[in-house]
């Protein structure tokens, strides 16, 4: 056992990946990238141009929406739609689940760029549930849903459960917006389409980096005034770029090239699940993995189960895991099969 | 004359543009950036990595700072730094130029998302002096002053009149940023480097899509611990991506390739205005460019001059304008040479 190990060498050797897509070097993507323009396609101009928008009609067809606008991020997409129905409903509330990326990942943004109060609904380590919701004593202006639940293994309530969550916020007035950074992976559980999946939501934010192996960039659906509005709050925000095409293009790219594999990495992903389950010294979140992402527990020192994986990876070729390890409290933890 | 004329199809066609550069189709672009990767070279990942660090690094000491964070906008750029210094003097005022971006172009952003009151100094149609400053009469936390002021035709105050007016701002603990969107066309006028105008300042900001040919991004630059709370409000705004390495090598590329052109630049740009100004039709702002940039005002019907300058395109080979000729109340303004 050596700690000259390189993990990222020896990454780039393997040819075989468990937990999210084969390494590219940058000008293999770059020159990909190029080969996919079509003859006729130009640069867009802040947000304008034949590129950029038929890729956003394309979008807000699969989704089932009016309209899409296509944003350099996630975090500004949900922002924005939380700001724009609140500011409808003159209530500046919002709820969502404890390990919502807006609670985690952006420092208090929605309170601090949006004047926004937040309310934090259910159990950080379950679904939020229509019981949850019942305990919430105060008004909302919108409410936030995760489909997965990326921060517990990408779980998802069933479709009526589902049903009865939107339900409960449309009996009350108070607008949904589905956080479908990985919505493409809900396919293969709901078994159907992304337009009904989407059409239970007033707005929908999907990323395209994910599963789908873009560069970086997200798309925000819903009516077209919305849309509109939500073009303005880009701009404050200052995500109407001057040219999004490098994301456009790789955003394209991998949807025409991914989306069509999420049931049988649904399907990997499952057999994996069953052979990783024999070992008494693991756990997986959820058990039954119902998207192509889960969390996988080892009990263990981690400097030696790092070690370990990096000799799978060096014996094998075969890169074992997405992140790379972390501890957890009582676990070592290991996000794999998923961001 | 005929109407079948499209614009773009004989821009492409043109061997020399007199404003802008000359354009490249998307695939050529792309194969270049991918050339211009280094064999060890790998993405940023969230603003971390050795390509997207390493080139801050470059910008930051090229500018005489200690620190810079690269970021998808300069209107992200520009709101965080007003942020910031305005939040560590507990004074939400910040003053600039009747014609600031964030006054034109970002739909009252630094109001609606940082809270901020804004203060119009000067007129429109002149620089900012230190006697307008004179007449605030109201405590400010920030001053933003551009260089050069775009809209105005890119004129330039002297550095006397640069350097009084940032004494007046440090007399009075006013913060000083600089908008130097176009910060690189100042080197031949005031024949100082860049690190010595960028030193009057305690932040800057600089473009890298304008005179330097990128794809879109910008650097802010400052004090370590500036930038440091910078890259949190970046993360809020949205704009701390996955990925941002197209637009840092395209930003990489421009700088290595276009700085050391800004002195031909400005030395073309006043030849330009020299023969214009024999013509009685035209009349130049600035009369003698101080960038590369001026305005372009030329008596006549529009739509006749629009044609013309097709027809020039045609038939000389030679692309006139930057933007596309708009009318003006009393002439038909035409913004050349610059964006």
Same mark, same amino acid.
């Given at each position: 056992?050596?700690?000259?190990?390189?993990?990222?060498?020896?990454?780039?050797?393997?040819?075989?990946?468990?937990?999210?897509?084969?390494?590219?070097?940058?000008?293999?993507?770059?020159?990909?990238?190029?080969?996919?323009?079509?003859?006729?396609?130009?640069?867009?101009?802040?947000?304008?141009?034949?590129?950029?928008?038929?890729?956003?009609?394309?979008?807000?067809?699969?989704?089932?929406?009016?309209?899409?606008?296509?944003?350099? =991020? +996630?975090?500004?997409?949900?922002?924005? *739609?939380?700001? $724009?129905?609140?500011? &409808?409903?003159?209530?500046? %509330?919002? /709820?969502?689940?404890?390990?919502?990326?807006?609670?985690?990942?952006?420092?208090?943004?929605?309170?601090?760029?949006?004047?926004?109060?937040?309310?934090?609904?259910?159990?950080?380590?379950?679904?939020?549930?229509?019981?949850?919701?019942?305990?919430?004593?105060?008004?909302?202006?919108?409410?936030?849903?995760?489909?997965?639940?990326?921060?517990?293994?990408?779980?998802?309530?069933?479709?009526?459960?589902?049903?009865?969550?939107?339900?409960?916020?449309?009996?009350?007035?108070?607008?949904?917006?589905?956080?479908?950074?990985?919505?493409?992976?809900?396919?293969?559980?709901?078994?159907?389409?992304?337009?009904?999946?989407?059409?239970?939501?007033?707005?929908?934010?999907?990323?395209?980096?994910?599963?789908?192996?873009?560069? =970086? +960039?997200?798309?925000?659906?819903?009516? *077209?005034?919305? $849309?509109?509005?939500? &073009?303005?709050?880009?701009? %404050?925000? /200052?995500?109407?770029?001057?040219?999004?095409?490098?994301?456009?293009?790789?955003?394209?790219?991998?949807?025409?090239?991914?989306?069509?594999?999420?049931?049988?990495?649904?399907?990997?992903?499952?057999?994996?699940?069953?052979?990783?389950?024999?070992?008494?010294?693991?756990?997986?979140?959820?058990?039954?993995?119902?998207?192509?992402?889960?969390?996988?527990?080892?009990?263990?020192?981690?400097?030696?189960?790092?070690?370990?994986?990096?000799?799978?990876?060096?014996?094998?070729?075969?890169?074992?895991?997405?992140?790379?390890?972390?501890?957890?409290?009582?676990?070592?933890?290991?996000?794999?099969?998923?961001?």
């Amino acid at each position: 056992m050596t700690n000259a190990r390189d993990p990222r060498e020896i990454r780039r050797k393997c040819s075989r990946s468990i937990a999210g897509h084969h390494t590219q070097t940058l000008p293999q993507i770059l020159h990909a990238l190029a080969d996919s323009v079509q003859p006729e396609e130009t640069p867009d101009i802040y947000g304008q141009g034949k590129l950029i928008n038929d890729f956003e009609a394309e979008v807000a067809q699969l989704l089932g929406k009016e309209a899409a606008v296509f944003m350099p =991020s +996630g975090t500004m997409c949900q922002q924005i *739609a939380l700001r $724009i129905w609140t500011d &409808r409903r003159h209530l500046p %509330r919002v /709820g969502f689940h404890p390990t919502a990326h807006l609670e985690l990942h952006e420092f208090q943004a929605p309170q601090r760029l949006h004047g926004l109060q937040t309310v934090l609904i259910g159990s950080p380590y379950q679904l939020m549930t229509l019981k949850d919701l019942q305990a919430v004593k105060e008004p909302l202006g919108a409410l936030l849903l995760e489909l997965p639940q990326r921060e517990i293994g990408g779980q998802l309530p069933t479709w009526e459960e589902l049903i009865e969550i939107i339900s409960w916020a449309r009996e009350r007035n108070i607008a949904t917006h589905l956080d479908g950074a990985r919505l493409w992976e809900c396919k293969p559980y709901y078994q159907r389409d992304y337009a009904e999946i989407a059409g239970l939501f007033d707005t929908v934010y999907v990323s395209f980096y994910k599963s789908l192996g873009g560069i =970086s +960039g997200a798309i925000l659906a819903g009516p *077209a005034d919305v $849309i509109e509005e939500a &073009r303005i709050w880009q701009r %404050r925000q /200052g995500g109407n770029l001057y040219q999004l095409y490098p994301y456009v293009l790789a955003a394209r790219k991998g949807l025409a090239e991914r989306l069509g594999h999420m049931e049988a990495y649904h399907e990997k992903a499952k057999a994996i699940a069953a052979a990783l389950a024999t070992f008494p010294q693991i756990e997986i979140t959820p058990a039954v993995p119902q998207t192509h992402m889960m969390h996988v527990f080892i009990r263990g020192e981690r400097g030696q189960l790092t070690e370990a994986a990096l000799e799978v990876a060096e014996e094998s070729g075969t890169w074992l895991f997405g992140a790379w390890p972390y501890a957890d409290p009582r676990l070592s933890k290991v996000r794999a099969l998923g961001w």
